[in-house]
């Protein structure tokens, strides 16, 4: 275990977070490994939430990892039981969470505590801004947490744009790079070669989808540069695997644009099978219509070695692409221009190959949980030093 030392004594870490995500996990375990922390999930239904899966009392991949669950109190679904935990005997505490009404409360509850009792606290936050008015009436708030925290942990660069432009001090914040616990196994060519005669495609160039099927994630925006790419070449399927409520708009949207017979919607696959469909891909796209904090399919379609496309809504779009490198950033709802950028990349499979080589180069040198675990340490450290 690795001694964070202040005096004489080891310093005991608190970290408060709504939800224990699969592809966190690892990152939880590894930190537990290597310093005395305590996990405090202050919402576990989150998960099931967003993405349908329920997460229990005991959380498989947390084995050996000391972690508590919060219940959840009328009104609003609060966990009042970060008042008591902020009474604890602990060095540091993590968190500062605005993500939803609740956990904006709650960060107010247990903020003033901590800083009361003149403990350290770290913000750790994907946000990078927005432009709705919920936004604009808690920005205030956020300012306050801003100042009031002895260190920030963001995963890229854009995130750390904005929490200086909330008034911090560039040298308080920690890049903190998302990862994926997304592997690779041999049976997965096995599934792709499966999965690629099932759909009669083995004569395609593949455009990826994987993600929520709701309308912010941009999908129609998708299926509209496709459908101008299909009346170019025929050579094209699109991919889309996700559920959501907006699932019957966007296929009734392929249908009008009569190319149902290019879209395969595959529905929710389950993490295990996913390898396959990144396998199959010739890129992957991510089409974000409104702000996303940063999208881990990016991540994990960048592991296997695919070219990326993004939205400039995308967090992770600015740290993983490296414009006409590994992929393109193209305008949000610019349906011309991520057509193009699909075209660019379909169209020559010499650069497709190159950009997929250096997306699997991008994430082996930045974005692993050893990266994350180099930025937590550097967050820690300075905070401690600045108590």
Request: glycine letters at 6%; proline letters at 3%.
């Amino acid at each position: 275990m690795l001694k964070l030392i202040k005096g004489d004594k080891i310093n005991k870490i608190y970290f408060i977070h709504n939800t224990a995500m699969w592809y966190r996990r690892p990152l939880f375990k590894l930190l537990s490994q290597k310093y005395d922390i305590k996990f405090i999930f202050t919402h576990i239904g989150v998960c099931k939430d967003i993405y349908g899966v329920e997460i229990g009392n005991k959380i498989e991949g947390l084995e050996g990892v000391d972690y508590e669950i919060l219940k959840n109190h009328f009104p609003n679904n609060i966990a009042f039981g970060v008042i008591n935990k902020s009474l604890k005997d602990y060095d540091i505490i993590i968190g500062v969470s605005y993500n939803s009404l609740p956990e904006l409360i709650e960060t107010c509850l247990y903020l003033p505590i901590v800083k009361l009792r003149k403990k350290p606290i770290i913000l750790y936050s994907e946000d990078f801004g927005g432009k709705t008015l919920s936004r604009k009436i808690i920005t205030p708030l956020l300012k306050i947490f801003t100042m009031m925290s002895s260190a920030i942990l963001v995963p890229g660069t854009k995130h750390k744009e904005y929490f200086i432009s909330l008034g911090a001090s560039p040298d308080k914040i920690f890049l903190f790079p998302n990862a994926s616990n997304i592997t690779i196994k041999e049976s997965d060519h096995i599934s792709k070669e499966k999965l690629t005669e099932k759909l009669k495609i083995s004569d395609k160039k593949i455009v990826l989808y994987i993600g929520r099927l709701v309308e912010r994630k941009g999908v129609q925006d998708l299926i509209k540069a496709f459908s101008k790419l299909t009346m170019e070449r025929k050579d094209v399927d699109l991919i889309i695997v996700g559920r959501g409520e907006y699932g019957k708009k966007l296929e009734s949207l392929c249908k009008n644009l009569n190319i149902m017979n290019n879209v395969h919607f595959m529905g929710y696959v389950e993490d295990e099978f996913l390898p396959a469909f990144y396998l199959m891909s010739n890129v992957c796209v991510v089409p974000s219509s409104v702000e996303d904090a940063w999208v881990l399919v990016l991540n994990e379609a960048m592991y296997f070695g695919k070219p990326v496309i993004a939205t400039d809504n995308v967090g992770g779009a600015f740290d993983m692409i490296k414009d006409g490198i590994n992929g393109y950033v193209v305008p949000a709802r610019d349906i011309d221009a991520l057509c193009d950028a699909m075209k660019k990349i379909l169209s020559d499979s010499d650069l497709e190959i190159k950009m997929g080589e250096k997306s699997k180069k991008i994430i082996e040198d930045g974005f692993t949980y050893e990266h994350m675990v180099k930025g937590f340490k550097s967050a820690i450290e300075y905070a401690l030093s600045k108590n």
